[in-house]
């Protein structure tokens, strides 16, 4: 049973094709052979599967939105972002007649390759990797690089594409798909951003459902971080119906503006509101002395001194990195046949990798492990 994949028969495939209407299509993938459309499972689906099953899907449940160093299962992270960027992206979509299944691969897959401690592990992980190689790290081309490069997954163009493209942090009142010709040009994308700051900015998704979730993802966690902040304690005004009002009023807005076009589009008063919103955030959650405290403090001698710590034990066959990074995606990405992974990177591609990787909890546990003389960051309890 477990080498032997069972397919419909060609009597039921006939039967739900007539029954349901169902189309099976294929679309570009690296290796054109492999993970070949099928009734039971349609190419997006088979990308959403395998997103989910991926050996770092998991680590989304202990990686920080905003407020890392609360004890509080009811604040926010990564793991019930990316559902929440999918619901409102499917609703979106659905109204829209785009393809839900691709929009659902995108925005389960967007995060995949961030950072532990959000947007500020990012920064910090990021200054260091620019110092030592000049290349620049954002989270986006790095989920790329967790499903395309490191596990070799053969995920579609659309879907890695879409996760590429979906910078959350760059608002816009129109999103319109740009053209994209294959691989080739989207591994020259993938390359810019690593050598141009800038070129992250520019990117936009080569489809409607990737332009979904780019709106979505910012949608998904405007008045959300509002909640958190106000459980957290940040003396944050809060209405309790301002996450379910900026949800339902943007998907209503976008779906007005936005159907039957071939763009995506929001009028200008709420345009405007969106951006009003985001820039109240920044001041009073993003950019707050309780949110940033402990990054320069703790955080970032922390981050530094792992990374020199990782890079001097990765010549050694039994030392963590070697036993929990190295091994373990070796052990898993040998499936798809892809080859050695300590062969194919630069000794600063994997310490960035396996720090990336890093739920917060992890990146705790790994610094008291190997590092007894680092800073310690300090958690609000569930009892203070």
Do not use: W
């Not at 990564?78 to 559902?83: C, F, G, K, P, T």
């Not at 709420?270 to 309780?290: C, Q, T, V």
């Amino acid at each position: 049973m477990q080498n032997n994949y069972l397919q419909l028969t060609e009597g039921t495939s006939k039967k739900i094709q007539e029954k349901l209407d169902l189309k099976v299509e294929n679309t570009l993938r690296r290796n054109t052979e492999r993970d070949r459309a099928k009734l039971h499972r349609p190419s997006y689906i088979r990308d959403i599967e395998k997103i989910m099953h991926h050996p770092f899907y998991n680590r989304y449940t202990d990686k920080t939105q905003v407020f890392s160093f609360f004890k509080d299962d009811d604040i926010t992270r990564r793991a019930l972002h990316v559902q929440l960027v999918s619901r409102i992206a499917r609703n979106i979509g659905r109204l829209l007649g785009l393809d839900l299944d691709l929009i659902e691969a995108i925005a389960l897959g967007h995060d995949i390759g961030h950072t532990p401690f959000g947007h500020a592990g990012e920064k910090l992980l990021g200054e260091i990797y620019k110092e030592r190689t000049g290349r620049f790290f954002n989270h986006n081309v790095h989920s790329v690089r967790v499903l395309d490069k490191i596990f070799n997954l053969n995920i579609s163009l659309d879907t890695l594409d879409g996760i590429l493209c979906h910078n959350g942090e760059l608002e816009l009142k129109e999103y319109r798909p740009s053209v994209l010709s294959g691989f080739a040009e989207f591994d020259e994308k993938v390359v810019l951003c690593y050598i141009d700051k800038d070129n992250v900015k520019k990117l936009i998704p080569s489809t409607l459902e990737g332009c979904v979730v780019r709106v979505s993802d910012i949608i998904a966690y405007l008045g959300k971080d509002r909640q958190d902040a106000e459980r957290a304690g940040m003396g944050f005004s809060y209405d309790g119906s301002y996450n379910s009002y900026i949800i339902n009023n943007l998907i209503v807005n976008i779906v007005e503006n936005s159907f039957g076009k071939d763009y995506i589009k929001l009028d200008d008063k709420y345009f405007e509101a969106l951006k009003g919103a985001k820039s109240d955030n920044m001041k009073k959650i993003y950019m707050s002395e309780s949110v940033n405290e402990q990054y320069d403090k703790c955080l970032r001698p922390m981050f530094a001194m792992l990374y020199e710590k990782l890079l001097s034990d990765l010549d050694t066959p039994d030392s963590i990195i070697r036993r929990h990074h190295i091994d373990y995606i070796n052990k898993r990405r040998g499936y798809y046949g892809a080859g050695d992974y300590m062969a194919e990177n630069t000794k600063d591609d994997m310490v960035v990798d396996f720090i990336a990787s890093m739920t917060d909890d992890y990146f705790i546990d790994i610094c008291a492990h190997l590092l007894p003389g680092a800073p310690t960051v300090k958690y609000t309890g569930y009892f203070d």
